[in-house]
């Protein structure tokens, strides 16, 4: 089992982290890995999100099917709660996903925006979410998983562009 300080170590060993200033915000529970975004308040270069698995890694497509293969998704079902906290943390580096009401109506736009929810497309049940970063407006994510057993994020900004 994974943990907050060994994600910590390893940080500081593979990224010269500070471990005095270090921030770190874990994601929602995975099982077996930590979704996190870590950064050194006094360098506004240090920001890195990513999984920690016992190793760290950084590349966004392995990352969401680390986290979604972890979660079992398209396998059983995943509550898309989960789904939008965990891969919508990975998206923008870091991404802030829309998980409540009041972040819809404080921050975003609750004639278009919905909470984490499945929707059918192309037959298949898959996660919708809404998401955003401090450098890019909101979008839409929805996470399907091909017949090969791979996933793909597909991103849309509202009115389809």
């Known amino acids: 089992m994974v943990n907050e300080a060994e994600l910590r170590t390893a940080l500081h060993r593979e990224l010269r982290l500070d471990k005095d200033r270090m921030r770190v915000d874990i994601g929602p529970e995975v099982p ?30 392995e990352n969401v099917a680390l986290v979604l293969r972890a979660l079992g998704y398209g396998a059983r079902e995943v509550d898309p709660m989960l789904v939008a906290g965990a891969i919508g943390k990975l998206e923008g580096n870091p991404g802030t996903p829309f998980l409540t009401g009041f972040a819809i109506e404080q921050s975003g736009n609750p004639a278009v925006m919905t909470l984490p929810r499945l ?27 091909e017949p090969d057993g791979t996933f793909e994020v597909r991103q849309e900004l509202p009115g389809g562009r």
Do not use: C, K
């Open 32 to 61: 077996g890995l930590l979704v996190f975004h870590a950064y050194d308040p006094q360098d506004p270069r240090s920001g890195a999100t990513g999984v920690f698995d016992g190793r760290l890694h950084f590349s966004f497509e």
């Open 119 to 145: 929707v059918s497309v192309d037959g298949q049940q898959v996660v919708e979410y809404w998401n955003m970063t401090s450098r890019r407006p909101f979008w839409r994510s929805r996470i399907l998983r």
